[in-house]
């Protein structure tokens, strides 16, 4: 279902919202919410899925069997915090950046956060709007670049192919930022597109975080953490500073597997597709896997009318 004409190009969260809710009367969806699937296998006999969900308000077990299923929960799943020495004896404050909801609560303190994603930089903007004394750990390479290159390069992908898009794109971003690495901030010889689609590992979509970085009022820190003692972390460049708060922006990791009991005819040990792209969208009796392709919303889009295709073929043969 398209947007009207009159949808603007970034779409706020109201927007979205209102979309979402006119799709799903659009067409007729039903979502059953507040339900936790707890496990799902092939049934040989009736040759169905069997998904066992608890009914989280009612506390009760519900089950359903279906012809098809689909895994449409995203590469993300399960917030990952990396193992650390003295971590668990760390003195302040400990989250990840999936239960982060504003900076106001940390105002005049000390805060770091590990992780220089989408989630790290946007969460370290909002630290310091707050009046945080904010530091971001910076160790890998990382592209920078605006929402409306990003919006022009999946464009461009539509008419040629990956590494014209990426030099395109990252000459566009150098004229736009400049040399970051003075600040900590070094780009990948890769492009933004190239290592979409080889790690499924996306660009920073700046929202204003390298100029708070550029002025001093964000400190970057350009490297790993080696331990921790009380409040004081050290770091593998020998810089050594305490902080009240860490946040860990280090990403997540795919959850399908302790739920879905017969994974092996879609995934691998890793929950990731084990067929390769393109084929990657389809496993064996009738299981698919939606969003998985480490290719942002464009493989989502394909995925998607990849099994909506299939499942429609199957059910005109049956």
């Not at 699937?37 to 069997?65: F, L, P």
């Not at 050594?240 to 280090?250: H, R």
């Not at 299981?287 to 073929?313: F, P, T």
């Amino acid at each position: 279902m398209p947007h009207p004409p009159s949808a603007p190009t970034f779409l706020s969260k109201e927007n979205f919202i209102q979309y979402i809710d006119k799709y799903v009367a659009h067409f007729n969806i039903k979502p059953l919410y507040n339900r936790l699937v707890e496990s799902s296998m092939y049934d040989e006999v009736g040759k169905k899925w069997r998904v066992e969900a608890k009914n989280a308000k009612q506390g009760t077990m519900e089950i359903d069997a279906a012809k098809f299923l689909v895994i449409a929960t995203g590469e993300n799943s399960e917030a990952y915090i990396p193992e650390l020495s003295g971590l668990k004896n760390f003195k302040g404050e400990i989250l990840h950046s999936k239960y982060y909801k504003s900076g106001s609560k940390y105002a005049s303190k000390e805060v770091l956060v590990v992780g220089c994603g989408n989630s790290g930089m946007e969460i370290a903007y909002d630290l310091n709007d707050y009046g945080v004394y904010t530091s971001i750990l910076i160790r890998n390479e990382v592209h920078v670049v605006t929402k409306e290159l990003v919006y022009q390069g999946m464009h461009m992908l539509n008419h040629f192919p990956i590494p014209v898009v990426d030099t395109i794109i990252t000459f566009m971003a150098n004229r736009e930022y400049g040399d970051l690495s003075e600040y900590g901030i070094c780009r990948p010889k890769e492009g933004v597109f190239s290592i979409k689609r080889k790690t499924g590992r996306s660009s920073v979509i700046d929202v204003g975080t390298i100029r708070k970085i550029k002025e001093g009022a964000i400190k970057v820190i350009p490297s790993e953490m080696v331990r921790i003692e009380n409040k004081k972390v050290t770091f593998k460049n020998n810089v050594e500073k305490e902080f009240d708060v860490i946040v860990f922006a280090t990403g997540y990791k795919s959850a399908v597997n302790k739920w879905l009991k017969d994974y092996k005819y879609a995934l691998n040990e890793d929950g990731m597709p084990k067929n390769n792209f393109p084929h990657h969208w389809k496993g064996d009796h009738r299981l698919y896997c939606a969003g998985l392709s480490r290719s942002g919303l464009q493989g989502v889009k394909m995925d998607a009318e990849a099994i909506a295709n299939d499942i429609n073929q199957t059910l005109k043969l049956s």
